[in-house]
T-cell receptor, first 114, second 113 residues
Framework: AQTVTQSQPEMSVQEAETVTLSCTYD???????LFWYKQPPSRQMILVIR??????QNATENRFSVNFQKAAKSFSLKISDSQLGDAAMYFCAYHTGTASKLTFGTGTRLQVTL | DAGVIQSPRHEVTEMGQEVTLRCKPI?????LFWYRQTMMRGLELLIYFNNNVPIDDSGMPEDRFSAKMPNASFSTLKIQPSEPRDSAVYFC???????????FGPGTRLTVL
């Protein structure tokens, strides 16, 4: 079965500091796409970052970057210079090239403190 | 450009009633997805369409659930009859194609009493 594991139910970071959220996945496919989505209290699912499995270079989007370790099937999200608005649930997800269904992890709740 | 539009945003109904959730995907997107989010099961795919054709409905819980996509700009998810265990947030998402990023609507919070 294809699974996504987020082992940190909750994380906390001080404003302006850096935090890393962990994600591991399991798939036998070679063609797949990885995502981090953010869900604030408004419950809107917002794309944070996307990584194609065939790309060796780690994706970055402003303060957000990933550490993609394909052999280890690991896909962690680093948030630099954390801001109060980063407080939310973060979901790791992926889908394969043949099946578009997104498989989600259970989420990590991120708190940002002053 | 408008994002994915869902209506209603909130729905409260009584057990046994019919519920219809609506979705308008982003213009030009060929794939449309319905997901359900609950505390117990997290986010799970119910059904997805490609070019208005249902491709994978293996996540539809039972015959009480049905989904249609009569054209490229509109989809419905219907529950008849509704039950309290159907209470959840239902998301619609769309993407340009099967491999592209899925963009989510604001969700419909359904409460069945």
């Amino acid at each position: 079965a294809q699974t996504v594991t987020q082992s940190q139910p909750e994380m906390s970071v001080q404003e302006a500091e850096t935090v890393t959220l962990s994600c591991t996945y399991d798939t036998s496919e070679s063609d797949y796409y990885l995502f981090w989505y953010k869900q604030p209290p408004s419950r809107q699912m917002i794309l944070v970052i996307r990584q194609e499995a065939y790309k060796q270079q780690n994706a970055t989007e402003n303060r957000f970057s990933v550490n993609f370790q394909k052999a280890a099937k690991s896909f962690s999200l680093k948030i630099s210079d954390s801001q109060l608005g980063d407080a939310a649930m973060y979901f790791c997800a992926y889908h394969t090239g043949t099946a578009s269904k997104l498989t989600f992890g259970t989420g990590t709740r991120l708190q940002v403190t002053l | 450009d408008a994002g994915v539009i869902q209506s209603p945003r909130h729905e409260v109904t009584e057990m046994g009633q019919e519920v219809t959730l609506r979705c308008k995907p982003i213009s030009g997107h060929n794939s449309l997805f319905w997901y359900r989010q609950t505390m117990m099961r997290g986010l799970e795919l119910l059904i997805y369409f490609n070019n208005n054709v249902p491709i994978d409905d293996s996540g539809m819980p039972e015959d009480r659930f049905s989904a249609k996509m009569p054209n490229a700009s509109f989809s419905t998810l219907k529950i008849q009859p509704s039950e309290p265990r159907d209470s959840a947030v239902y998301f619609c998402a769309s993407s340009r194609n099967r491999r592209d990023t899925q963009y989510f609507g604001p969700g419909t919070r359904l409460t069945v009493l």
